[in-house]
């Protein structure tokens, strides 16, 4: 329930007002979510019809920290930069601070890495510019370009932010920054196989959480704390844990983490033995499929409003030639140069309405393209692993699965669901134009053979040519090598064995771009060069003819190399 705030005109100024609204919002916004929202909306509003800049700067702010929460990321991100705009126009450095650390965390969401680092260091560069300087800002952005290279598997480049953050704050100086790098840090050592060193970290945050009463880092450390005593082999410990974070989800109304904290819940169930598994791993695949469905309608709201700037700067540049048209007319006065000029401007008119028809057309034909191409890319890739999931789920629910295989099946759901999240990250990075460049497409490869490769043993090596002169790269080129690149990574996952070391090149050779993928283990029957017309390798030549290049698949002293060449304007 919103609690009640004095009406304007009740004798309270209007700047106070607005200041009482933020106030509240900050005070609500871990404990409910939409009064916090609904509180600094009113004090965006205010301050908007009072023309009071300041407060509107920090008014957009706030509410664009309730749009990220609330996990509307294309809102949060516009609404970011209309906060940076806010705080240039009236110098607060702090409110830009937040402003380009807020687009940095959408960038982190939308998967993209290299964006949303230099969005983090541009807001320590601002914070750096600030007096007083806060050293409380310097570790919150440390550990947010941490927590940036941790989900995208950049697991040695995590540690030197996250030490950094951790020398430069304290709990008495800001517990919620404290809070958050403590539960990032114990993620740092799970996936580097500290376990024991792991649980004490989290308990640490635990502590620290109960102490504050922060409810969401609770949240957080006893899902960890709960996971992790599943692997250590104690599920009544796990079972305690894993109900202590859901009963706190649901009262933060988190839904995101709610989804995050049933499959949790589920393990500890079944871990235990208890009738409930099921039908909790039930609920988890529904709200997954949510989850999925709402990520989906965010790119195409991201796609829409790319489409809406284009199509916004085409009405500008055709009013630019309207009032050019107008200046040529005012300088002319003769009746001679009159009508020669009328007959210009019938003419100019009549290109540019030609003109911007074309453009419109032209924009409906891209916009209807991109939609079926995520309709498609959607369905072939994540509407599979959904469906399987499904059909997992429903053999377990219905006693199907023989008992000493319904621990392999719960693995197989969980695993299936982590490939429907990377494969669904990958048609958001499909559709970003911000990737369009040669070193975001390094950074992908690098973070998908991370991904797949790494975990089953197998080396994986990159050679690239640094730095680039035009690291510019066409969208369907750019789609089109990740497809085969991906491709190429299931035949070796498939093929080779787990000893191999795996070989990547993205060379420039003249007007060509050059993806090589060599694996240097025993070379399979089943993918010898003189059987290439496999499904695989026949979808990497199909793709790369599309582009106008050329895909070859052949064994060479003891290794198997797919090279791709394709034409590229630089």
């Known amino acids: 329930m919103v609690a009640a705030i004095a009406p304007h005109g009740s004798g309270i100024p209007d700047t106070s007002q607005i200041r009482s609204y933020l106030a509240h919002g900050m005070a609500v916004r871990h404990s409910n979510l939409d009064s916090s929202l609904y509180y600094n909306q009113q004090a965006l509003r205010l301050a908007r019809r ?39 126009r009236t110098r607060l450095c702090d409110v830009a601070g937040k402003a380009y650390n807020g687009m940095g965390l959408v960038g982190q969401a939308l ?28 570790a919150l952005l440390l550990t947010n370009i941490g927590n940036t290279y941790i989900q995208s598997g950049q697991f040695a480049e995590a540690e030197k932010p996250l030490r950094q953050a951790m020398a430069g704050v304290t709990a008495a100086v800001d517990a919620p920054t404290v809070l958050n790098l403590l539960d990032l840090v114990g993620l740092l050592q799970q996936h580097q196989q500290h376990l024991d060193s792991a649980v004490v970290t989290w308990q640490r945050e635990l502590a620290l959480a109960n102490q504050v009463g922060n409810r969401r880092a609770q949240s957080y450390a006893t899902a960890n704390l709960s996971t992790a005593c599943l692997q250590r082999g104690q599920p009544d410990a796990a079972l305690a844990y894993a109900q202590q974070a859901m009963r706190l989800a649901r009262q933060l109304g988190n839904q995101s983490q709610i989804t995050d904290n049933t499959l ?46 284009e199509g916004q700067q085409a009405r500008i540049r055709a009013l630019e030639q309207q009032r050019r048209i107008a200046e040529l007319e005012n300088a002319h006065r003769t009746a001679r140069n009159r009508l020669l000029l009328g007959g210009a401007v019938l ?31 959607l369905h072939d890739d994540v509407g599979t692993l959904l469906s399987q999931i499904a059909l997992q789920t429903d053999l377990l629910q219905e ?14 759901v969980a695993d299936n669901s982590r490939m429907a999240v990377r494969q669904l990250n990958d048609v958001v990075w499909n559709l970003d134009a911000h990737n369009d460049t040669v070193p975001n ?6 973070d998908y053979a991370h991904d797949v490769l790494v975990p089953t043993g197998r080396d994986v090596r990159f050679e690239t040519d640094v730095p680039w ?5 066409p969208a369907p080129v750019r789609r089109h090598l990740y497809f085969i690149y991906k ?45 290439n017309s496999g499904h695989g390798l026949r979808n990497m030549q199909t793709r790369a003819q599309a582009m106008g290049g050329s895909a070859t698949a052949t064994a060479r002293e003891g290794a198997f190399a797919v090279r791709v060449q394709v034409p590229v304007r630089w």
């Open 347 to 377: 003419a100019s008119l009549l290109l540019g309405l030609a003109g911007l028809n074309f453009h419109r057309r032209r924009q409906q034909r891209r916009e209807e393209k991109l939609r079926s191409q995520l309709a498609a890319d």
């Open 111 to 138: 998967g993209n890495v290299q964006g949303a680092i230099a969005y983090f260091n541009k807001a320590r560069q601002v914070y750096a510019a600030c007096l007083p300087i806060h050293p409380r800002n310097e």
């Open 441 to 446: 497409l390094l950074d992908r490869l690098r």
């Open 469 to 473: 002169e035009n690291p510019q790269l």
């Open 264 to 309: 949790v819940l589920a393990r500890a169930l079944h871990a235990t033995r208890r009738p409930g598994a099921f039908d909790t791993l039930s609920r988890y695949v529904g709200m997954l499929n949510a989850l999925v469905g709402q990520t989906s309608a965010e790119a195409v709201a991201q796609a829409q409003a790319r489409f809406n700037v």
């Open 50 to 88: 009072l023309g009071f800049k300041t407060g509107e700067a920090r008014a957009q702010v706030a509410v664009a920290n309730d749009l990220y929460n609330a996990g509307k990321f294309v809102a949060a991100g516009q609404a970011y930069e209309a906060a940076v705009w806010l705080a240039q």
């Open 399 to 412: 006693g199907l699965a023989p008992p000493d295989a319904q621990q392999g099946y719960l693995a197989e």
């Open 487 to 531: 491709e190429a990574l299931h035949n070796i996952l498939k093929h080779a064995p787990a000893s191999a070391t795996v070989t990547v090149g993205l060379h420039r050779r003249g007007p060509h771009l050059v993806l090589e993928v060599v694996n240097d283990g025993p070379v399979s029957s089943a993918v010898a060069p003189e059987r």
